[in-house]
């Protein structure tokens, strides 16, 4: 079932409501144990091929990332500054050139928009680190050379190809989302995403995290048959009409059968200042319009009337994506500011991953995010306002709100 077969397909554009209904801050989740890979049948899901090889390449993705997290701060050659002042670490270009190898394998006619362009590497000397990483995890590790490396990497790159203003078929690959929390320590949160686009609409996506804490009594994702914390990581998985799961990463610190799934629901909060909401680390509640109707607090034990609870989640965007869609947060809210652009891998497989879960994603004027905006690369997107997230129950109040008390950022 391979998917250039189908790229004249279409695809729907509603996605259904969410399955479970629960209270704002308690969220029911469904266990699945099952002989299968994924969570739902093959006839069920048209890409079911597709998205095993992406489930498979990010979970290995996520292992190249603790490798290499082990000896970040033990080596002085490990972290890097990128020409923006974003810190960069061989992880990024060792995930990048990894999937890109396998995804070129199995789909070598679906190209690649990713973030990373070999030049800096090269730069810095660090090919060989890459190498040295990557064929550890790689299917075919005796092929992964200095040479494929660094094409592997430039596939994903600026300019590898040019896709014209017709609707396109391609991945679209965030090597590390949140890197400063990658290399801040085990707290932050960060998250390797990869989406599939077809014929210009997002039909899968699989975001891993590798430090992600279960915790039942923080009311966050809960698991059947546990009533533990943890510090084990997850890998989301969705696709288009089958909703979005998530299971413990299998070989990182497992401590239940890989074979369990459990199926996501946003939360039921149906009061803006009932909400959950979190926001980029590079803007304050006082830079978004809804601060002229309500307080931001982070304390949730003194929430007071007229507050709203501001939860912290460093790092990167992808990670907000997979509070809403496991219902620990109700909304994620993002201003586009003048002096930065929104990349499309900070958005693309945390859209699908909410819309399946129940949710909804769309800019200020609640318009859907156009990944065909950047006509020839795919690498841009340009929201009106900025990006809202929500559990969808509350998007349209939201909307609301901040038409009438918008602000500038």
Known sequence: MDLVRYTACRFPGAHPQPIFHTPPFRRRCVGVRSSLSLPFTEQKAKYYRELEAAVDVVQRACRLCLHVKKSLFSSDGRILEKNDQTPVTIADF??????????????????????????????????????????????????????????AIDRGGKDACVFGPKPATYWILDPIDGTRGFVRGSEA?????????????????????????????????????????????????????????????????????????????????????????????????????????????????????????????????LCKYLMVASGRASVYIQGKKATSIIKVWDHAVGIICVHEAGGKVTDWEGSSLDFAADQTERRLIFPSGGVLV????????????????????
């Open 94 to 151: 060792g995930v990048q050139a990894l999937v890109s190898l396998e995804m070129n394998r199995l789909f070598p006619s679906i190209p690649l928009v990713a973030e990373e362009d070999s030049a800096f590497l090269c730069s810095n000397n660090l090919v060989g680190s890459v190498a040295d990483v990557v064929k550890d995890k790689a299917t075919l590790g005796d092929e992964v050379t200095e040479d494929n490396i660094l094409k």
């Open 189 to 317: 949160l960060y998250v390797v995403g990869l989406a599939l686009v077809v014929e210009g609409q997002i039909v899968l996506g699989v975001m891993g995290c590798p430090n992600w804490r279960e915790d039942c009594s923080d009311n966050s994702i809960i698991e059947v048959q546990e009533n533990r914390t943890s510090r084990s990581g997850i890998i989301m998985v969705s696709h288009v009409g089958c909703g979005t799961w998530t299971k413990r990463l299998s070989g990182i610190l497992a401590i239940e059968s890989p074979l369990t799934w459990t199926r996501c629901s946003v939360d039921s909060c149906q009061m803006v200042e009932g909400a959950r909401f979190t926001i980029p680390e590079s803007q304050t509640w006082k830079s978004l319009p809804l601060s002229a109707l309500f307080d931001a607090n982070t304390d949730s034990e003194n929430i007071g009337e007229g507050n709203i609870l501001l939860l912290s989640a460093c790092c990167g965007s």
């Open 390 to 409: 929500t559990n969808g129950s509350l998007h349209s109040k939201i909307i609301g709100m901040i038409s009438s008390n918008s602000a500038v950022l």
